[in-house]
């Protein structure tokens, strides 16, 4: 239990349609970042939110967009959903104090599926 | 491009045994380096982390080992039991918190 809950669990829409997926930050963590795991993959970086700020973006292009809460919730949109989208899609917390080493927390994950 | 690599996708591992589970990296700038456990449905969990000043990191049934020389990182499973049955990641910490993961080691532990 790490303290860092996602909703859905699972989703699935068609191509074209948007999607919003939700996280809820480990209590006290003010850094949250999203990653996409496609099935067999590593995780690999979307985006990265300090205090309500994007402080750090991966390869992915602007449909995937994001938003962090004074309470340190998060969302990630995605617009214009592809087939390639589809994915486990996690959110992750930590408390930034200095350096940005430290223990990450993850969530289980929204696993979303474009038809 | 910089990247973070493992050598193998399978390992298979009897029940007891120890595990040995290898990572290379190419960024030599690389100061922090993290291994995550991932079981089936779940997202990744954490193991144990090892900074760049150190060479071997010790946790409960677990080691990490860092040779900066050659760039390359181990995870060690002592006396593996049928729960450390998952993918195994190692991941490179970034400056400003980015973490590059590899593709994952799956470890099957067989009775």
């Known amino acids: 239990e790490t303290g860092v809950t996602q909703s859905p669990t699972h989703l699935i829409k068609t191509r074209g349609q948007q999607v919003t997926l939700r996280c809820s930050s480990q209590?006290?963590?003010?850094?949250v970042s999203w990653y996409q795991q496609a099935l067999g993959q590593g995780p690999q970086f979307i985006f990265q939110?300090?205090?309500?700020?994007?402080?750090g973006r991966g390869n992915f292009p602007p449909r995937f967009s994001g938003l962090q809460f004074p309470n340190y919730s998060s969302e990630l949109n995605v617009n214009a959903l592809e087939l390639d989208d589809s994915a486990l899609y996690l959110c992750?917390?930590?408390?930034?104090?200095?350096?940005?080493?430290?223990?990450?927390?993850f969530g289980e994950g929204s696993r979303l599926t474009v038809l | 491009g910089e990247s973070v690599g493992l050598h193998l996708p399978t390992l298979s591992v009897q029940e007891g045994d120890n595990s040995i589970i290898n990572c290379a990296y190419s960024?030599?700038?690389?100061?922090?380096f993290i291994w995550y456990k991932q079981e089936s449905g779940k997202g990744p969990q954490f193991i144990i982390d090892i900074r760049s000043n150190m060479d071997k990191r010790q946790g409960q049934r677990v080691t990490v080992l860092l040779n900066k020389t050659v760039k390359h990182l181990s995870l060690q499973i002592a006396a593996t039991q049928p729960g450390d049955s998952a993918v195994y990641f190692c991941a490179e910490n970034n400056s400003w918190g980015k973490l590059q993961f590899g593709a994952g080691t799956q470890v099957v532990v067989t009775p």
């Open positions: 939110y300090y205090r309500e700020e994007e402080n």
């Open positions: 992750a917390s930590r408390q930034f104090s200095g350096t940005n080493t430290g223990e990450l927390f």
């Open positions: 960024n030599s700038a690389s100061d922090y």
């Open positions: 209590s006290g963590h003010n850094t």
